[in-house]
């Protein structure tokens, strides 16, 4: 008689760990990951992390296999901003680690959780120079909120749980794992902590604070019922902190005009009357007006960064009162004086103010804004045929309709999507705001559709941009994650293009991506049509890496290939040749104030 | 002005580059600081002597705060607190100036803690006019060299 046995997987699926079940450290790892809740990660393995991935591909959390480590790192980042978990990313040591550091400065200057694991040369020789070596804590330790070396096995599920709560709570923020390849291979025994205590860090203290009995609530509810023209500056902080509701609220109880910064888009809905849109560098005109005469200002999770300001001196000169909200306390009074500070969370710090404020009417104010908005409006109108980005966004806003997300890459589209894009929903907007990170687009919306696989996410990026992190369009392809990007070639660097020619003469230097060696170094006839032909064909490109693509030349096209686009399945790549040298209007050049603000060439 | 901050921090390395490199990174001015263990051995105290105005402060406290491995940050100006800072030098010394050289370290509450042909080391532990003033006295004989330990301090209570 025989007995039939299914011979045991070589590599047999992991089960959660038990309590005081003896492991290496790269299982607790991975083990730990699971108790956090991480149902997703991005990375690429190499040989200081190989213990860590023997135990990852066993696991129930789904592995994005980027192209490069940045991609990976931008990924999930975009996974991060659309959920307000953190994103995982998983490499190995030197360059790999190295390669991770963009995605993690960018993240850092935008307050997006991450959690970064890269793989470390032994203990024993750290320090050497060893192969595939870098001083990971060091090069990280300015540009993340957090970092650990694990020198001990012991440590790894600690250390795990401590990174997720440090990385999403507070100011959110990335948190970077060193995890040397003998700390991976040493055996211990799993425990999980139950609950994180790091005396230095207590971020809960501050929110507990928050109530309308809170006398700085109590100042800032008086100021804003007393104020004839207030207006609230709302950031990303606003986002974080899911408080827009309470913004909203806020906004409509009292008639007061909101206006956001680049990371708070979405914030508050652009389709309510008391919409400002964005402000600043390349804000709208009434939303500048606004602040320059406002009597009270109330800033809610944003920072005062110059690219709000402009000079400081000439900015909100009629503001007798700031309210600013935060939850934190270093951003308070950093570039503005502040009269009412209030260290919390937004959204608490809202709803203790919604307790204390009355409807208010402000009819004035309310007409004076209305009138701003309506003799300067955005809406550019162009008497030519030709394919402005303007028209291409507004015609993917109308298409991907109120649910889609938005991501764009840095640089003139991403102003333009800033405008034209209407913000309608918190988490729907993901833009490099602080570090202005090019090449963040596409594997940032890469990480948003995997986190929301079932909305539409459209990247808006530009022909520089795209290029920085092309290798992407195969994660997206391999692993089916449908995306559509639109690329608005311009054929040059077109924002830095913008101030060569405002404010360098048209001394077009290296930003015209036509420009070949035989080209004379200082291009005579900029756009004459007479220059080389433009590389690389990216639609050709993209259908190389597994994408559906074209290339639209016409006008008459725009609507229908967006069309086509959205109704193709799996990643779609679609190129506007749009015309050459628009600029981004209005423009406060750098370091003004108001009363500089450029609306257009003519002007100049 | 001047500051006397003092940071309770996790006696953990890194923490010392991780402060030093706020500083530098912010471009915030540091005259001194010290750091060394507490009766605590899991936590280290530093005392950081910065100058700026109080806006550069308010950033200088709030960011230090902002570290995790920082457990708490005084600024000590503002409070009672006592200061010392310890101060090494070696003076130049023959038979007929050795003696002066030892009157005046007697003056100042200054030990001798090493003597050697051509030289005479002296240590003084105190505020930091008396260490000027310790100098001063001491420096037409010759300093060869000095060293001082960054001021120390603490609150009063
Ligand atoms: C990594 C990186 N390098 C350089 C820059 C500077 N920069 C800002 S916008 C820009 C041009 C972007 O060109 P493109 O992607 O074609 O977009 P466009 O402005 O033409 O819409 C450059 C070079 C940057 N922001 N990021
Ligand atoms: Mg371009």
């Known amino acids: ?604 | 002005m001047r500051h006397v901050i003092s940071a309770q921090v996790e006696n953990r390395f890194g923490v010392l580059a991780h402060i030093a490199g706020l500083f530098a990174a912010r471009g915030y001015n540091i005259e001194s600081l010290a750091v060394g263990p507490t009766h605590d051995p899991s936590i280290s105290r530093m005392t950081i002597v910065v100058t700026g105005s109080d806006r550069v402060l308010e950033q200088v406290n709030k960011q230090l705060n902002k570290l995790i491995d920082v457990i708490r940050v005084q600024d000590l100006t503002a409070e009672e607190h006592v200061e010392r800072e310890l101060v090494l030098l070696r003076v130049k010394s023959n038979p007929k100036t050795r003696g002066e050289i030892a009157q005046i370290a007697e003056l100042f509450d200054a030990r001798i803690v090493d003597v050697r042909p051509g030289a005479i080391t002296l240590m003084i532990a105190d505020t930091q006019d008396r260490i000027t003033a310790l100098t001063e006295m001491v420096r037409p004989y010759g300093i060869h060299e000095l060293v001082r330990s960054g001021s120390l301090a603490l609150a009063r209570t």
């Open chain 1, 1 to 604: 008689m025989t007995t039939e046995t299914t011979p045991k997987p070589q590599h047999p699926p992991l089960e959660p760990a038990t309590e005081g079940q003896v492991l290496s450290g790269a299982e607790i790892l991975v083990q730990s990951l699971m108790r956090a809740g991480v149902d997703v990660a991005f990375g690429y393995p190499g040989g200081a992390i190989m213990d860590t991935f023997h135990f990852l591909n066993r696991s129930p959390i789904e592995f994005i296999l980027s192209r490069h480590e940045q991609g990976a790192t931008h990924m999930a980042d975009g996974y991060a901003r659309v959920t307000g978990k953190a994103g995982v990313v998983i490499v190995t040591s030197g360059p790999g680690a190295t390669n991770t550091i963009t995605g993690i400065a960018t993240a850092n200057m935008d307050s997006v959780p991450l959690v970064v694991i890269t793989g470390q040369v032994p203990t024993t020789m750290v320090g050497n120079d060893a192969f595939q070596e870098a001083d990971v804590v060091g090069i990280t330790r300015p540009i993340s909120k957090h970092n650990y070396l694990i020198n001990d096995v012991r440590d790894v599920a600690r250390v795990v749980r401590e990174a997720f709560h440090i990385a999403t709570t507070g100011r959110p923020g990335p948190v970077v794992i060193d995890f040397p390849k003998d700390v991976q291979q040493a055996q211990t025994a799993f425990h999980w902590p139950e609950s994180v205590d790091i005396r230095g860090y207590r971020p809960d203290r501050l929110e507990k604070k928050i109530s309308p009995s809170h006398p700085m609530v109590q100042k800032a509810a008086k100021a804003i019922m007393r104020a004839k023209r207030p207006v609230l500056y709302v950031g990303g902080g606003a986002v974080i902190a899911g408080a827009s509701e309470e913004v909203t609220a806020l906004a409509r109880r009292c008639q007061i005009p909101v206006t956001t910064t680049l990371t708070g888009l979405g914030a508050f809905p652009e389709d309510d009357p008391l919409s400002l849109q964005m402000l600043g560098m390349h804000g709208t005109e009434y939303a500048n007006y606004a602040v320059d005469q406002c009597d009270t200002i109330i800033a809610v999770g944003a920072r005062f960064d110059d690219r709000v300001t402009g000079k400081i001196a000439e900015f909100m000169p009629q503001c007798e009162c700031v309210i600013h909200i935060d939850i934190d306390p270093s951003s308070i009074s950093k570039n503005i004086q502040v009269d009412i500070p209030i260290t919390g969370d937004a959204k608490a710090c809202l709803a203790a103010l919604l307790e204390l404020v009355e409807p208010t009417e402000r009819s004035e104010w309310a007409e004076q804004v209305l009138a701003w908005k309506k003799h300067h409006p955005l809406r550019e109108e162009f008497g030519d045929d030709e394919i402005h980005p303007q028209r291409v966004i507004s015609a993917i806003d109308e298409i991907a309709g109120p649910d889609k997300i938005t991501v764009t890459d840095v640089g003139q589209h991403q102003m333009w999507a800033c405008h034209f894009i209407t913000h309608l929903r918190p988490r729907s907007w993901l833009s490099s705001g602080g570090l202005g990170t090019m090449g963040y687009g596409l594997p940032a919306a890469i990480g948003a559709k995997v986190a929301a696989p079932d909305r539409a996410v459209w990247c808006i990026s530009g022909d520089g941009g795209i290029q920085m992190n092309m290798q992407e369009m195969t994660t997206a392809a391999l692993n089916e994650i449908a995306v559509k990007v639109a690329v608005l070639n311009n054929q040059y660097l077109g924002m830095v293009r913008q101030w060569q020619q405002l404010f360098y003469g048209r001394n077009y230097s290296y930003t015209c991506l036509r420009r070949r060696s035989i080209c004379e170094k200082v291009c005579r006839d900029p756009g004459s049509g007479k220059c080389q032909a433009y590389l690389p064909n990216i639609v050709a490109m993209a259908e190389a890496c597994g994408w559906q693509a074209q290339r639209v030349e016409r006008r008459a096209g725009i609507r229908d290939a967006i069309q086509w686009a959205e109704e193709t399945p799996g990643p779609v790549l679609l190129e506007f040749s749009v015309h050459r040298e628009d600029n981004v209007w209005p423009m406060i050049p750098a370091g003004q104030g108001v009363k500089k603000m450029m609306r257009g060439m003519e002007l100049i």
